[in-house]
Nanobody, 122 residues
């Protein structure tokens, strides 16, 4: 089992920045790829970004490329999502997830956090 806890969400104006954290406990964190997904009310959960277990491979949704950056610190069992130039359409609940491979669909991930809300005002 891997337990994941997201933090860092909040209310920010358009153009602002937030940094989300995903802290893990339980089984060896460095064995898992970590993905971030988001879900807005009435919409399906969508892929945002993912990082491989070693941190070398990173993937981003087109909608966030150039604005969001994922990183991981395996010594701290934490993955970060730096979000810059935020837009109102980034408003959603953000979830981190752990899985055996680096995927872009929720089905590839086995463990999920409870989510943190990000609201971007115009």
């Amino acid at each position: 089992q891997v337990q994941l806890v997201e933090s860092g969400g909040g209310l920010v104006q358009a153009g602002g920045s937030l940094r989300l954290s995903c802290a893990a406990s339980g089984r060896t964190f460095s064995n898992y790829a970590i993905g971030w997904f988001r879900q807005a009310p009435g919409k399906e959960r969508e892929f945002v970004t993912a990082v491989s277990w070693g941190g070398r491979s990173k993937y981003y949704a087109d909608s966030v490329k150039g604005r969001f950056t994922i990183s991981r610190d395996n010594a701290k069992n934490t993955v970060y999502l730096q979000m810059n130039s935020l837009k109102p359409e980034d408003t959603a609940a953000y979830y981190c997830a752990a899985g055996g491979i680096t995927g872009t669909v929720p089905e590839k991930y086995d463990y999920w956090g409870q989510g943190t809300q990000v609201t971007v005002s115009s």
